[in-house]
Antibody, heavy 122, light 107 residues
Framework: EVQLVESGGGLVQPGRSLRLSCTAS????????MSWVRQAPGKGLEWVGF??????????EYAASVKGRFTISRDDSKSIAYLQMNSLKTEDTAVYYC?????????????WGQGTLVTVSS | DIQMTQSPSSLSASVGDRVTITCQAS??????LNWYQQKPGKAPKLLIY???NLETGVPSRFSGSGSGTDFTFTISSLQPEDIATYYC?????????FGGGTKVEIK
């Protein structure tokens, strides 16, 4: 059974950093692209970024709203995906979901974690 | 970036009604369009992928159609457990984009 468990959320001040982790199990982690999607309180879904599988270079893409501030990485040996968030803003407050793709490229999202809440506030 | 315009933003229908939601892409996305259902406090669930393919285990009252820029999601007979917010999502090589969502309620 595919399982994705996010951790690392919490309350952080504006301008500070936070790193989220997504621990995966139930599948060969390195074979799949991983995405992060967020949802601000009472709002819709917003794609944050993704990391392709190593077979596709392990390269990353980001939404314009986080580009240059957020970094996605992966450790295939530990089956963990990371979301490093720097220079956090109040508008980054959201539930952050880790997702596993249908395949090696970021296309279809059949698997989601339960989400972790990040609150950016002074 | 490709923009997705989803409508309506909310709707109210009776049990047994046919419900239709549309999603329009700002440029041709072929059939690279997925639909998700999200219930309050829960993670989204994939229902339809590549515009018209039903995800395993999803009831057949859910369906999708379309290609290019115009897509439709249909619930053939609304059930009480279908109360949720529905999102379309497109993908290209560089990004994913979600529609704004449609909240479905029972009349």
């Amino acid at each position: 059974e595919v399982q994705l468990v996010e951790s690392g959320g919490g309350l952080v001040q504006p301008g500070r950093s936070l790193r989220l982790s997504c621990t995966a199990s139930g599948f060969t982690f390195g074979d799949y692209a991983m995405s992060w999607v967020r949802q601000a309180p009472g709002k819709g879904l917003e794609w944050v970024g993704f990391i392709r599988s190593k077979a596709y270079g392990g390269t990353t893409e980001y939404a314009a709203s986080v580009k240059g501030r957020f970094t996605i990485s992966r450790d295939d040996s530990k089956s963990i995906a990371y979301l490093q968030m720097n220079s956090l803003k109040t508008e980054d407050t959201a539930v952050y979901y880790c997702t596993r793709d249908h395949g090696e490229m970021a296309t279809i999202l059949p698997y989601w974690g339960q989400g972790t809440l990040v609150t950016v506030s002074s | 970036d490709i923009q997705m315009t989803q409508s309506p933003s909310s709707l109210s229908a009776s049990v047994g009604d046919r419900v239709t939601i549309t999603c329009q892409a700002s440029q041709d996305i072929s059939n690279y369009l997925n639909w998700y259902q999200q219930k309050p406090g829960k993670a989204p669930k994939l229902l339809i992928y590549d515009a018209s393919n039903l995800e395993t285990g999803v009831p057949s009252r859910f369906s999708g159609s379309g290609s290019g820029t115009d897509f439709t999601f249909t619930i053939s007979s609304l059930q009480p457990e279908d109360i949720a917010t529905y999102y379309c999502q497109q993908y290209d090589n560089l990004a994913l984009t979600f529609g704004g969502g449609t909240k479905v309620e029972i009349k």
